[in-house]
């Protein structure tokens, strides 16, 4: 099993820029292809980012291709997400998911998740 703690969320203006932490203890997170997903109020949450276990594959959401990075530090058991150009839109909580094996964009596939962290995105 891992164990996964967000950090990083805040107010930021539009245009600005978060970087969203999010550490694994546990098992190592090598072991595990790791997934950023968002959850806006009244929505369902959905998918923003992914990256497999040795951090040589990344696939990102339509929406945020181009603005966001996933990247990943197996040393330090952490994955983060850069989040550039924000926009109003990316309001939200964003959770850090974990699964065994390739990466994958479905919420469902996902085992472990951590609580969250709030992101607002001011205009």
């Known amino acids: 099993q891992v164990q996964l703690v967000e950090s990083g969320g805040g107010l930021v203006q539009a245009g600005g820029s978060l970087r969203l932490s999010c550490a694994a203890s546990g098992r190592t997170s090598s072991t595990y292809a790791m997934g950023w997903f968002r959850q806006a109020p009244g929505k369902e949450r959905e998918f923003v980012a992914a990256i497999s276990r040795s951090g040589y594959n990344t696939d990102y959401a339509d929406s945020v291709k181009g603005r966001f990075t996933i990247s990943r530090d197996n040393a330090k058991n952490t994955v983060y997400l850069q989040m550039n150009s924000l926009k109003t839109e990316d309001t939200a909580v964003y959770y850090c998911?974990?699964?065994?094996?390739?990466?994958?964009?479905?919420?469902?596939?996902?085992?472990?998740w951590g609580q969250g962290t709030q992101v607002t995105v001011s205009s």
């Open positions: 998911a974990a699964k065994t094996a390739w990466l994958e964009t479905l919420r469902t596939a996902y085992d472990y």
